[in-house]
Every structure is written in C-alpha cells, then in structure tokens.
C-alpha cells in the first residue's frame, strides 16, 4: 500500500490550502483516514481523521477552519484547510488504517507566511 500526499505548499497566513492523500495497492478500504502534523522542533501531532462511516476527529486548534473528508471508492482522502496561521506550518502526513495496521504517507510541507 502506497499513500500519495499532495496539495502542500506556501501560503499567506489567511489563505487556503487543500492536502490530498491518495492510497494505490489496496483491496480493502480503510477504516480510518487522516492527517498528522510535525513542527520543527515539536512532537508528531494528528490534526484530523475521519472513519469509513463518516465520523470525524479535529485537533482543537484546527476546529472550525479545517475540514477532512475522503471518497471511498477513490481511497483519498481530502484536508481543507480555511484560514491558516503561521504555527499551521508543519509537514503534513496522511495516514491510512485497516485494523491494526497504519500505513504512512511522505509529508508535504505547508508553510504559512506571516
């Protein structure tokens, strides 16, 4: 199983971004999807997953400007990201679950300028 990120990249704070994860080399469909975040210098932290059923997690300083959603029959899964800060920026990774298994993206990177 291979997960694509993409949709990283500079932005003004105030602007937009929209991060896409794409999984190839599965069967199955996940049970849950997601974004985890790591700042220079700070610890890995998850921003939002979202469960096959539709069920959504959000890092409390996301909530309200961030939106995760994902297609099941494309295995991708999608982060809508509204009025970015500058301690938004990180490299975003997507990660993929099936049971026990969590299988990890590459990162891309967003920086947000102040």
């Known amino acids: 199983v291979q997960l694509q990120a993409s949709g990283g990249g500079l932005v003004q704070a105030g602007g937009s971004l929209r991060l896409s994860c794409a999984a190839s080399?599965?069967?199955?469909?996940?049970?849950?999807m997601g974004w985890y975040r790591q700042a220079p210098g700070k610890q890995r932290e998850l921003v939002a997953r979202?469960?096959?059923?539709?069920?959504?997690y959000y890092l409390d300083s996301v909530k309200g400007r961030f939106t995760v959603s994902r297609s099941n029959a494309k295995k991708t899964v999608y982060l809508q990201m509204n009025s970015l800060k500058p301690e938004d920026t990180a490299v975003y990774y997507c990660?993929?679950?099936?049971?026990?298994?969590?299988?990890r993206g590459q990162g891309t990177l967003v920086t947000v300028s102040s």
């Open positions: 990660t993929a679950n099936r049971g026990m298994v969590e299988y």
């Open positions: 080399g599965s069967t199955f469909n996940f049970t849950v």
């Open positions: 979202i469960t096959a059923g539709g069920s959504t």
